[in-house]
C-alpha cells in the first residue's frame, strides 16, 4: 500500500495496487481458520476501500496527491 497508494498516486500505481488486492483477496477467499485470518480481510477490505476511493477523486486534496491530473490554479 505505501509504494502504490502512498501520498503521490496516479491511475497506474492505485490500477497495480488494486489488482495486488484483488489476488489476495482470491488466496484467501475460503480461509476462516483462525481470528488472523479473518484480521487480514478485514484489512484487505479497507485497503479496497482506500483504493477504490482515491481511484474515484481525479484531483488532488490534502495528503491526496494524484500526480497524473493537473493543480488547479
Known amino acids: 500500500m505505501w509504494e502504490r497508494v502512498g501520498i503521490i498516486r496516479s491511475e497506474q500505481s492505485l490500477?497495480?495496487?488494486?489488482?495486488?488486492?484483488?489476488?489476495?483477496?482470491?488466496?484467501?477467499?475460503?480461509?476462516?481458520?483462525?481470528?488472523?485470518?479473518?484480521?487480514?480481510k478485514d484489512m484487505l477490505q479497507v485497503a479496497r476501500l482506500i483504493v477504490d476511493a482515491a481511484m474515484h477523486r481525479?484531483?488532488?486534496?490534502?495528503?491526496?496527491?494524484?500526480?497524473?491530473?493537473?493543480?488547479?490554479?
Open 58 to 73: 481525479n484531483h488532488s486534496v490534502g495528503a491526496h496527491y494524484r500526480s497524473d491530473y493537473p493543480t488547479e490554479k
Open 15 to 40: 490500477s497495480t495496487a488494486l489488482d495486488t488486492l484483488k489476488r489476495w483477496e482470491y488466496v484467501l477467499e475460503d480461509t476462516y481458520a483462525t481470528r488472523y485470518d479473518n484480521e487480514i
